[in-house]
């Protein structure tokens, strides 16, 4: 499986981005998620989708703002991003998982994907 974002760029505080991650291979059976980090060494876990698209769960500093979605015949993960803020600014990487969407925040998930990364940029 390969993952490729794009959709990042820069915006001003209280704008919207949609992020895209289009995965090739067999992902239709894995559940996806997007991730974020800043200059450091952890990424922060953002939200997530179950493989059916049925599920998602977010992070409590997104909900409300964020909205993952999945086009499996596009083969596509999105991230709808409102109302940003200066401290959603980030690298945002795509993730895949064999487990359980809920598990993404939590140290007992397992990415065996990750892409590559877009950058998001918030102006205040």
């Known amino acids: 499986v390969q993952l490729e974002e794009s959709g990042g760029g820069l915006v001003q505080a209280g704008g919207s981005l949609r992020l895209s991650c289009v995965a090739s291979?067999?992902?239709?059976?894995?559940?996806m998620g997007w991730f974020r980090q800043t200059p450091g060494p952890d990424r922060e876990y953002v939200a997530g989708i179950s493989a059916s698209g049925g599920r998602t769960y977010y992070a409590a500093s997104v909900e409300g703002r964020f909205t993952i979605s999945r086009d499996v015949e596009q083969n596509t993960i999105y991230l709808q991003m409102d109302n940003l803020q200066p401290e959603d600014t980030a690298l945002y990487y795509c993730a895949g998982t064999p487990g359980p969407p809920e598990l993404l925040g939590t140290f007992s998930a397992t990415i065996d994907y990750w892409g590559l990364g877009t950058q998001v940029t918030v102006s205040s």
């Open positions: 291979g067999r992902y239709r059976t894995y559940s």
